[in-house]
T-cell receptor
Framework: GQSLEQPSEVTAVEGAIVQINCTYQ??????LSWYQQHDGGAPTFLSY????GLEETGRFSSFLSRSDSYGYLLLQELQMKDSASYFC????????????????FGAGTRLFVKA | DTAVSQTPKYLVTQMGNDKSIKCEQN?????MYWYKQDSKKFLKIMFS???????INETVPNRFSPKSPDKAHLNLHINSLELGDSAVYFC????????????FGSGTRLTVV
């Protein structure tokens, strides 16, 4: 099966850097995604890592280590508007390996940005 | 233009009723999904369709029945609603291949009373 673990809450101050970690277990791993969801809103796609290393998109970066089954989302120059829930999501094979994929979401990390 | 649109946005109904949620995407994506988000914000996949064909059917009560008349539409019908069905239901779509994220609709908040 597939499972993910991420911290339930993180608090940081405006202008700081915060890292949200995610560890996963899956068979047939294909990639790790990150999504942002503001209260009352829909999840929005931030990034996708299929290979080891760091992917940078503006203030947000995402890292993956396939050998450690671990990834993180790095948010720099935090702004108040970054207060939201952040979900890691793993894309893996649908058991019993029918050739299809599915994406399973973690429980989310609630980020509070303080002034 | 709205990429993935769901209707209705809010749905309040009594236990035992039957209701439907509609979803349409104008992105030309091949795959569509239904996810359920509970009060603890846990997003759980329910169904996935690829070009109108069901490819994922998670352990969901058979009171839930998806229907995809074409690849741009994926509707969800729920029979005999129960209190535990109260949640936010999100429709999403994606392009084939890796690296493409899901585009979610704005969600339907279902409250069963």
């Amino acid at each position: 099966g597939q499972s993910l673990e991420q911290p339930s809450e993180v608090t940081a101050v405006e202008g700081a850097i915060v890292q949200i970690n995610c560890t996963y277990q899956t068979s047939g791993f294909y990639g790790l995604s990150w999504y942002q969801q503001h209260d009352g809103g829909a999840p929005t796609f931030l990034s996708y890592n299929a290979l080891d290393g760091l992917e940078e998109t503006g203030r947000f970066s995402s890292f993956l280590s396939r050998s450690d089954s671990y990834g993180y989302l790095l948010l720099q120059e935090l702004q108040m508007k970054d207060s939201a829930s952040y979900f890691c999501a793993v894309r893996g094979l649908i058991p019993p390996n029918t050739g299809g994929f599915k994406t399973i979401f973690g429980a989310g990390t609630r980020l509070f940005v303080k002034a | 233009d709205t990429a993935v649109s769901q209707t209705p946005k809010y749905l309040v109904t009594q236990m035992g009723n039957d209701k439907s949620i509609k979803c349409e995407q104008n992105l030309g994506h091949d795959t569509m999904y239904w996810y359920k988000q509970d009060s603890k914000k846990f997003l759980k996949i329910m169904f996935s369709y690829n070009n109108k064909e069901l490819i994922i059917n998670e352990t969901v009560p058979n009171r839930f029945s998806p229907k995809s008349p074409d690849k741009a539409h994926l509707n969800l019908h729920i029979n005999s609603l129960e209190l535990g069905d109260s949640a936010v239901y999100f429709c999403a779509s994606s392009k084939p291949g890796q690296g493409y994220g899901y585009t979610f609709g704005s969600g339907t908040r279902l409250t069963v009373v």
